[in-house]
């Protein structure tokens, strides 16, 4: 789960992280309004999406005027910022965040971040923070400084101090910078974060640090332990989510889309994605990743099959299960076959499935009349969907 720049920087700031001070609106109006009382000298307006280089993309503008603010405020409003990694189209802005502009003296980056290799989490900055940081890093490597993270306790430890020095910054700024380090460091372990990032972390002409941007997203995983970000994610999703993705996720069923034309249909997220893996290996491309959840009921296994023979794009269709004992075959033959029922389509469909209730599911697909080629192991159904997908291309 991301959280939008405004959250990040609420929960930042209480754990003791500077923030500039700044309000949220959704109209220009009672930006303008406000931005009278606040007074400052130059206002920064910043479009709440989770797109990255909102920079770039003129997401980020600066004005003199409460006047000003306001017209921009209405501006962004009307735009759509395209999602990084989500599907084709646009992210509604909601808010506008109106904040104090500063012109700093230095940039840092600083985050905390989830380790895949370790599996653990790091900490890393760099001394050369703020936009295009990705590229800078790219072209030269050691600007960009991490050290391991120890939990213990539901606290993070790790040398901090360290890391400051390492990354160049002035001797009278290390001891603050290193406190920022250890508060971010605390607050995702707190939260199940697996990622807390400040960029860029500024220091000011009068030594203070203040954090002028920042992201924080959360373990999807962990939700359940944080009743209150739970229920902001169903909020925030019903308006900024892909249909179709959430669609699957009220169904029990993790979905995302590809550009293939292979639909598939498989429990279980490793076993998905080393059938998409096949998949590829023999000629093939997946036109999905589908993870059917074992609390996912023979309606919710619906549901997502029709997600699949609903493409257009899809010219084969391969169902790999492997029945355990919280979701049996034969659950999801039921639901397959209903949705394959419903349909018009004929699309060839190759089967594979092992496990609880593997002969019986079998069954269940012929009392509904399906037809399907069976498969004894997943490379085999790989390779008969993909030749089966290349003879509808070529009929």
């Not at 009278?172 to 990032?197: N, P, W």
């Not at 269940?364 to 085999?380: F, K, P, Q, R, T």
Request: proline content about 4%; aromatic content about 6%.
């Amino acid at each position: 789960m991301n959280l939008h720049e405004f959250q990040a920087k609420e929960l930042l700031a209480r754990v003791g992280v500077p923030v500039p001070q700044g309000r949220i609106f959704d109209n220009g109006a009672d930006a303008a309004r406000i931005a009278e009382r606040l007074g400052f000298s130059r206002y920064v307006v910043k479009a709440q999406v989770h797109a990255t280089d909102r920079m770039a993309h003129g997401g980020v503008r600066f004005s003199a005027s409460p006047s000003g603010v306001g017209a921009t405020v209405n501006h962004l409003l009307s735009l759509p910022f395209t999602k990084l990694g989500g599907p084709v189209g646009g992210e509604r802005v909601r808010w506008v965040l109106i904040e104090e502009a500063f012109a700093p003296m230095q940039l840092i980056y600083a985050a905390v971040y989830l380790e895949k290799a370790r599996g653990a989490l790091s900490m890393m900055a760099s001394g050369a923070g703020g936009a295009a940081i990705e590229r800078r890093i790219a072209a030269d490597p050691g600007l960009l400084k991490s050290v391991p993270l120890t939990i213990k306790n539901g606290s993070a430890t790790g040398d901090f101090t360290g890391l400051a020095e390492q990354i160049g910054l002035p001797h009278a700024a290390i001891s603050e910078a290193a406190r920022i380090f250890e508060k971010m460091a605390g607050m995702a372990v707190a939260l199940d974060a697996t990622q807390v990032e400040i960029n860029p972390l500024a220091i000011t002409w009068d030594g203070k640090f203040v954090a002028l941007d920042a992201k924080v997203r959360i373990d999807d995983n962990a939700l359940f332990r944080h009743p209150a970000f739970a229920a902001l994610s169903s909020a925030t999703q019903v308006e900024d989510g892909d249909p179709l993705v959430l669609g699957a996720e009220r169904h029990h069923i993790n979905y995302q889309r590809m550009d293939g034309d292979i639909g598939v249909v498989v429990n279980g997220a490793g076993l998905s994605l080393a059938t998409l893996d096949c998949i590829a290996d023999a000629g093939g491309k997946p036109a999905n990743f589908m993870d059917i959840r074992t609390t996912a009921s023979s309606l919710d296994v619906t549901y997502g099959a029709e997600l699949i023979t609903s493409n257009p794009s899809v010219k084969a269709i391969l169902v790999n299960v492997h029945g355990g004992g919280m979701q049996r075959c034969d659950t999801i033959a039921e639901g397959l076959g209903v949705a394959l029922r419903k349909t018009n389509r004929q699309a060839p469909i190759v089967i594979r499935m092992a496990g609880n209730n593997a002969s019986y599911a079998h069954t269940v697909l012929a009392n509904h009349g399906i037809s399907y080629i069976a498969a004894n192991d997943m490379m085999e159904a790989a390779r008969l969907v993909v030749a089966a997908s290349q003879q509808q291309s070529t009929a």
